[in-house]
């Protein structure tokens, strides 16, 4: 910018392809305002939906790893570590917390919860090298046990 030039004013929808931190924080200032007619409704609309996505998308990835580790747990007795505890515990404690900031992903939770099995499956196939036929195509774990913090496959 040269000294003394003024910066060209752009509206809120262009500032949002350009500086996504400063569209957010405009877009603040507009609604406190009350300033509809300047706010870039469609984008925020969108960005709204996608942290709701953002949410259901972290449940889902916790809950496969959680899913597949109590899988190896099961199907590979001999190979038990510390390691696959510990994740358990921890991607049991992400699930937890996401329940506790938003109570309404255990209805997301329930929904997905075969189809997400389905997925852990394959993935415990290919990282034990176990033939995915010896895994149940039914999860063999209830959602309740998969939630109980104290619940390991024996």
Sequence with gaps: MIANQTPT?????????QDFCLWVEQALVLLREGNLTD???????????????????????NLKILLMHLLKYQYQPEK?????????????????RAF??????????????????????KLAAVETGISIDTFPIASPFTTSQVLDEDYLPE
């Design 9 to 17: 004013a752009i509206s809120h929808r262009e500032l949002y392809e």
């Design 39 to 61: 706010l870039d409704l469609e984008n925020l609309l969108e960005e709204i939906a996608d942290m709701s996505n953002s949410q259901k998308q972290a449940l889902e990835s």
């Design 80 to 96: 038990r570590t510390n390691s696959w505890r510990y994740t358990i515990i921890e991607h049991r404690q992400r699930i937890h």
């Design 100 to 121: 506790k900031n938003s109570p309404s992903l255990k209805r997301h939770f329930l929904q997905e919860f075969t189809d997400v099995y389905l997925e852990a499956r």
